[in-house]
């Protein structure tokens, strides 16, 4: 059975940090594109951050650039992690950490190409 497990989030002050950390299971995803994307209440799904299967080539959303980071463990492939700087109360949401479809040797940004999710965690950014 797949699974995808996110941990990390949580409620901080604003310009704080937080990691997120996504572990995946059930199958080999060290060939799969990884992802984050984060939904907040009435608005649709956005994507944050992808990686491909390697972690070298990485998409950050205008939005978190410069402030979050996606990352993949070297040696524990089917693990991800978002490390999120300088949160604004913007950033508050539900993340979701998602794997693709398809092996990837690069990064997928739209969301019908991944196809396994995690339940999500809760990000809260007080000001």
């Known amino acids: 059975q797949v699974q995808l497990v996110e941990s990390g989030g949580g409620e901080v002050q604003a310009g704080g940090s937080l990691r997120l950390s996504c572990a995946a299971s059930?199958?080999?995803?060290?060939?799969?594109?990884m992802g984050w994307f984060r939904r907040v209440p009435g608005k649709e799904r956005d994507l944050v951050a992808a990686s491909d299967y390697s972690g070298t080539s990485t998409y950050h959303a205008d939005s978190v650039k410069g402030r979050f980071t996606i990352s993949r463990d070297k040696v524990k492939k089917n693990t991800v992690y978002l490390q999120m700087n300088s949160l604004t109360p913007e950033d508050t949401a539900m993340y979701y950490c998602a794997a693709s479809r398809r092996n990837a040797y690069f990064y997928y940004t739209r969301e019908g190409e991944y196809a396994y999710w995690g339940q999500g965690t809760q990000v809260t950014v007080s000001s």
């Open positions: 059930g199958r080999t995803f060290s060939d799969l594109s």
